[in-house]
């Protein structure tokens, strides 16, 4: 089994309103995204993906939060914008697209740092 990862960034602000601290006021984060795909089949190329096909897939998406205010997003309109929802909503978001892509892999798990020292990481069982 191959495991290949790749790391991009956005930057956005969030709230969290039930939160009881400092979080519930309007800030932002420099988040840091890394994706993991694996798969035990390589295409023609001897890849399990081309690295440069998987960070244009994630840039793209990406792009859908950066510079965003998240609480304003209406995918975030049930649930607030805690590093937890980000994460799956991501997750999926990456499934859906590679899935398009490529049938050699599959995406393992993706991990969000909200900061230097603290992260989530969303898989599906």
């Not at 909503?89 to 049938?103: G, P, Q, T, W």
Request: aromatic content about 16%; glycine content about 2%; some cysteine.
């Amino acid at each position: 089994m191959f495991t290949l990862r790749i790391k991009d960034n956005f930057s956005a602000a969030h709230f969290l309103p039930k939160y009881p601290y400092e979080c519930k006021r309007m800030h932002g984060h420099n988040y840091v995204v890394e994706v993991f795909v694996s798969g035990n089949k390589l295409n023609s190329q001897y890849m399990l993906i081309d690295f440069k096909v998987l960070k244009k897939l994630v840039k793209h998406i990406l792009e859908d939060y950066d510079h965003f205010l998240l609480n304003d997003l209406d995918e975030f309109k049930d649930f607030p914008p805690t590093a937890e929802i980000i994460s799956k909503n991501i997750f999926k978001k990456i499934k859906k697209e590679l899935s398009k892509v490529s049938d050699s892999c599959f995406l393992t798990k993706i991990r969000i740092w909200e900061s230097e020292n603290s992260y989530v990481e969303f898989y599906e069982e």
